[in-house]
């Protein structure tokens, strides 16, 4: 809102074709849902296309996993003194400059206005109170205060309901090391949703981190 006048129609109206190329959806999409989404949900709102790119190369967390242990092994070079260049294939960017203006605020107790993940606690009617949001707060020395958030409409608020499930259940899972559990976590998560798909993926995810997962090979679960 600019002075109390919502502008999200406008900007839509604007600059939609440019939001819908760099999120990866369709502009008539973002229009029916009247938001600007998160790149992510590309992943649930386009999952059997994307799924199809990522069959015919190489996966993201292997790239990823390649670039930092280039990175770990130039950063413990006492000579560098410039930022690598392979840091900008990382991804992430802008976190740093996040970081430091929350840390900014909560030492200045200025109340500027940040992005954070903070406890419902009511914020977003139909989450939990205890389910971890991500909004706009005034953030000061005393923590961040959520500022008061609209209505979400049903067919965005059953998407966050969803992960948020599949969330707690992966928590109880891991904490647990019951295998019930994890299976109904990955049955509930949206990009899943299938049982025999579930039940092979559990086994093949344990598999492949059994040295860090030592809760579920402890005879715990079934």
């Known amino acids: 809102r600019v002075d109390g006048t919502d502008v999200l129609p ?10 819908a190329r760099s999120v990866g959806l369709a502009r008539r999409l973002i229009d029916e849902l009247g938001v600007i989404p998160s790149y992510y949900l590309h992943y649930f709102y386009t999952h059997d296309r994307i799924l199809a790119e990522q069959l015919v190369g190489v996966p993201r967390a292997a790239t990823v996993a390649e670039i930092e242990r280039d990175l770990i092994q130039m950063y413990s070079d006492p000579n560098l003194v410039e930022k690598p260049a392979l840091l900008e ?3 992430g960017a802008f976190y740093s400059e996040a970081a430091i203006g929350l840390v900014a605020s909560l030492a200045s107790d200025g109340g500027e206005s940040q992005v954070v993940d903070v406890r419902n606690n009511g914020t977003i009617e139909g989450m939990a109170d205890d389910d971890v949001i991500e909004v706009l707060a005034r953030v000061g020395n005393g923590g961040p205060a959520p500022l008061p958030q609209p209505r979400v409409a049903p067919e965005l608020l059953g998407l966050m309901q969803h992960v948020s499930a599949y969330e707690r259940l992966a928590a109880q899972a891991a904490a ?13 998560h949206p990009l899943i949703g ?7 993926l559990l086994d093949r ?3 492949a981190g059994a040295d860090h997962l030592p809760q579920f090979h402890a005879g715990i679960g079934g």
């Open 10 to 19: 406008e900007l839509l109206e604007a600059h939609g074709d440019e939001i």
């Open 89 to 91: 294939q990382r991804g």
């Open 176 to 188: 647990t090391g019951d295998r019930v559990t994890a299976r109904k976590a990955l049955l509930t």
């Open 194 to 200: 299938q049982h025999p798909l579930s039940e092979d």
């Open 205 to 207: 995810l344990l598999e």
